[in-house]
């Protein structure tokens, strides 16, 4: 009986990943195929006759400079985040602090919230310092909405470690900070690296703060030039898709190769 159960889940489990990852498929074969094989009745579920042209179009109309927009300010964001959200976990957890349970309560009000509530008063003090049409704006908006998550998975998992491992680095005699370097952060970096790379797919996925903040075409992201090249090359499926291929290669490479730790990180941090 467990057996069967075994295999129904695994089987139900299969066919949802199937039908998550289809979409991605579909983009990914329609980027190598004709346009004529994509308009092909029945459609193909394998190109017949690979062709590259659409991704020649599509490198020599620009994406260089959006791919670069993307990995700077998703990859800055990311920084910002990590430098703020860790200590302040860190903190939170160790420390008592009046009014915690206030701030953990924001935190995740702040998750509720959509972007586009911020989007105003945001725009209003980018203006204001003049960060407008700058890569800091985008930046710094990304890194608003990433900071509240990483500090509420990371003190969730700072709480679980003991506190007799920072009692015996006092001992040998660390301090405070390098106990933490040391001692505490090396356990830590499963989650760490969640959150990081969480925070890095948000921000590559942004679209709103860019082409909001940023009226010069030049620091538009990806996914911005994605927007843009809907009305550049109309109908032209296979050049749409090719761009949009290239723009979830570098999700889909870090999120394969930090696969065992992005599992064990979220698992750590929601149990411990």
Request: some cysteine; overall charge neutral; hydrophobic content about 55%.
């Amino acid at each position: 009986m467990s057996t069967r159960k075994n295999w129904t889940l695994s089987i139900v489990g299969i066919v949802i990943v199937a039908l998550f990852l289809f979409p991605v498929y579909w983009m990914i074969i329609t980027a190598f195929k004709t346009q004529t094989e994509i308009f092909q009745t029945p459609p193909t579920f394998f190109p017949e006759t690979f062709q590259l042209d659409s991704f020649a179009t599509v490198i020599e109309g620009g994406i260089g400079q959006y791919f670069l927009n993307s990995v700077i300010i998703a990859g800055c964001a990311t920084i910002v985040v990590l430098v703020l959200a860790v200590p302040s976990a860190y903190g939170l957890a160790r420390f008592k602090v009046k009014g915690v349970s206030s701030m953990m309560l924001v935190f995740l009000v702040t998750q509720m919230l959509p972007a586009t509530v911020v989007l105003t008063p945001l725009f209003v003090v980018f203006n204001n310092l003049g960060l407008l049409n700058t890569y800091i704006a985008p930046v710094l908006a990304t890194a608003t909405l990433g900071v509240p998550f990483s500090v509420l998975l990371l003190r969730t998992f700072f709480m679980g470690i003991p506190k007799e491992l920072e009692e015996a680095a006092s001992i040998d005699g660390c301090g405070r900070l390098r106990a933490f370097l040391q001692v505490i952060l090396p356990i830590a970096l499963p989650s760490v690296m969640v959150c990081g790379a969480i925070s890095f797919f948000f921000a590559w996925g942004d679209l709103i703060f860019s082409i909001t903040f940023n009226r010069d075409q030049e620091l538009w992201p990806l996914t911005a030039g994605i927007f843009n090249a809907i009305g550049r090359y109309g109908i032209e499926w296979n050049n749409l898709m090719a761009f949009a291929t290239i723009s979830v290669l570098p999700v889909i490479i870090i999120f394969v190769s930090l696969q065992k730790h992005l599992v064990e990180g979220l698992v750590s941090g929601s149990v411990k």
